[in-house]
């Protein structure tokens, strides 16, 4: 098992970035025992974090490592800030270029990655949720599967937020600045909804859908709304809740779960 951090120049944020990778490229072979993942070249996921995160969640409070051996997956870990992995018109503000071309195509040709679609997933949870639904839908030829935890999908709320009025977690003009002009944001391709509908009028594959969130998240309502747009428009969704808050107790079991059925639907 190969871990480590890195550092490298990036167009698309405008400076030197820092990501997190774990690759099961020298997995002991007598702990593989039966595992069907090793009987097939190595898989990609992306996995993206939450609000107030950095790169180094999923490895020192997830389980990047446990997905990585279990799954037979190269996993790399990125940051944008709390910028929602969005692009921006301001230079070096592309976070969702970042997280969809950028970093894939710097981490392919680096570690020998796999180009192909089905052999690349994305995930996060929280903002990191919305971030993995919305890159994933913005890149859906590079992305055949996503796992999206306790996703902060709170683009119909924000829109009805007024100069000077805030919420429990920013104020207007951090969303303002993050998410563009509100009163037209839920119209805009910075909404999931947006890019699904686009997609699916154009008859091009859009990517595999895995969503799970606790009955006691404060996200939960939001994340019903787009269980229902996914359901509605014909989706390949798996949407799967239980109990459970805001917190890693709920990602770190659900992660698995996610990662499992995403891989089932693009092995098919």
Request: aromatic share 14%; hydrophobic share 35%.
């Amino acid at each position: 098992m190969a871990t480590g951090s890195l550092r490298f120049f990036s167009a698309a944020q405008g400076g030197q970035v820092n990501i997190r990778f774990v690759i099961p490229t020298d997995f002991p072979e007598m702990m593989m025992g039966d595992n069907p993942h090793y009987k097939r070249p190595m898989k990609t996921l992306y996995l993206l974090h939450g609000y107030s995160g950095n790169e180094c969640d999923w490895e020192y409070n997830g389980v990047a490592e446990d997905i990585s051996a279990r799954y037979n997956l190269a996993v790399i870990m990125i940051t944008t800030g709390n910028d929602f992995y969005l692009d921006r018109k301001a230079t070096g503000r592309q976070y969702c270029t970042f997280a969809g071309k950028e970093v894939v195509e710097f981490t392919r040709k680096l570690f020998g990655l796999s180009d192909k679609r089905e052999d690349t997933l994305i995930g996060g949870l929280s903002m990191g949720g919305f971030g993995a639904l919305h890159t994933g839908l913005a890149f859906p030829e590079t992305f055949g599967g996503i796992v999206a935890l306790s996703s902060a999908l709170i683009i119909h709320e924000i829109a009805h937020i007024k100069p000077g009025e805030s919420n429990e977690v920013a104020n207007y003009e951090y969303y303002h600045e993050v998410f563009g002009d509100l009163a037209t944001v839920e119209q805009s391709d910075n909404n999931p909804e947006v890019l699904f509908t686009r997609l699916k009028e154009s008859g091009k594959e859009t990517p595999a859908v895995y969503m799970a969130v606790g009955t006691e998240d404060f996200l939960y309502e939001n994340n019903q709304i787009m269980r229902k747009f996914f359901e509605e428009n014909g989706a390949n969704l798996k949407y799967e809740e239980g109990p459970g808050i805001h917190d890693w107790v709920f990602w770190n079991k659900y992660i698995f779960s996610g990662v499992e059925w995403v891989l089932s639907e693009v092995d098919k």
